[in-house]
């Protein structure tokens, strides 16, 4: 079996509108693109490194995403869901106690905890038997507490639903996260975008099944991430229909994977900067628009895609072949045992 690589590389911008442009693909000519400067500061803002350093402990660095503000909110809506619940059932949640941010922080140390210390079910934490007993849990919580918590956690309003955000549930948690991020870190000269899938087998609308992902089952996101960091810098959950996810229009030209990408990267262009990316994500199309907001791409891309060359020649393995229109690369490779597809920048 053979293996076919197709790799797409860009300089500079074309005049025209990617919408109309035509791809006039020359096979085999010498291609020497210019190639702009990653002229962009890098690296840990002067916000985060003015609070953390590398003297900071785990805990604090984790108090700087997780502030006052967020764990306070979060303890309301607790609360407020709890009251919710004892007004519908009476009987309900009899033992509940005021919640309190102390007692949100032992809740999320013990359920850290049970990462490292895993056993069969929640009440065995809690045991007696000395062969096998975790005292640290029944000193930080008791194992009531703990499961009423379990129970009632809660970050927004069941009142107040959002119908335009599926994930409304989770309140501000997310979005405070984002901005935390944002403020953190200056990206470098290489991001990369890809789809994950964050494991969940429980009852829901967009649950997806992906069969070449470990999970399989779960909710997807796509991810933006800083490579020399390995820092997440945005995402996008996919919630089906619901997805705020570019616009129509943006769809019709670069289709739903090219939206993903100029929505993740809306705040990083007009840098030369570098975007690693997959063949779901990659066409002719959002190449050239990358190029024309001085941004370049490396990726995988189908053969079948619009606006691609025609590549049926028969090549021997470890020969190449390739194709150039509108400051695009595209080379074919044949190499041994997988067939694939690559978008490549030129530079690398």
Not at 84 to 90: E, L
Not at 134 to 154: A, K
Request: net charge positive; proline share 5%.
């Amino acid at each position: 079996m053979e293996l076919e690589s197709n790799h797409v590389s860009e300089t500079e911008p074309s005049s025209e509108d990617d919408n109309s442009i035509a791809y006039n693909w020359a096979k085999n000519e010498p291609f020497q693109p210019t190639v702009g400067e990653f002229d962009a500061p890098t690296g840990l803002t002067t916000e985060i490194t003015s609070i953390l350093n590398e003297t900071s402990s785990p805990l604090e660095i984790f108090e700087y995403f997780w502030d006052d503000e967020m764990m306070n909110e979060i303890v309301e809506q607790t609360n407020i869901y709890v009251d919710q619940i004892k007004k519908a059932r009476p009987n309900a949640m009899k033992d509940w106690k005021t919640f309190t941010v102390d007692v949100l922080w032992r809740f999320f140390g013990l359920h850290l905890l049970m990462g490292l210390v895993k056993k069969p079910t929640i009440k065995d934490y809690w045991t007696t038997n000395p062969l096998w007993k975790t005292p640290i849990f029944s000193q930080m919580l008791s194992r009531n507490v703990f499961e009423n918590v379990l129970g009632g956690l809660h970050f927004a309003n069941n009142l107040k639903p959002n119908p335009n955000d599926r994930f409304w549930k989770l309140g501000k948690t997310c979005t405070s996260l984002l901005a935390k991020y944002e403020k953190m870190l200056n990206p470098g000269e290489f991001v990369c975008i890809d789809e994950s899938l964050l494991k969940f087998k429980g009852k829901l609308s967009f649950k997806q099944y992906l069969p070449f992902k470990r999970s399989r089952f779960g909710i997807k996101f796509y991810g933006l991430v800083d490579h020399a960091t390995k820092i997440l810098l945005n995402y996008l959950p996919y919630q089906g229909k619901n997805s705020s996810i570019g616009t129509s229009s943006m769809k019709t030209k670069y289709g739903m994977g090219g939206s993903v990408v100029l929505t993740l990267v809306r705040n990083l262009l007009g840098k030369f900067r570098k975007i690693v990316i997959d063949n779901w994500f990659t066409s002719p199309a959002l190449a050239l628009k990358l190029l024309k907001e001085k941004t370049y791409s490396l990726g995988t891309v189908r053969k079948n895609r619009k606006d691609m060359p025609q590549m049926n020649s028969k090549l021997d393995k470890g020969e190449c072949e390739t194709f150039t229109a509108n400051g695009i690369l595209i080379e074919k490779l044949v190499l041994h045992f997988i067939t694939a597809s690559i978008i490549k920048n030129v530079i690398m």
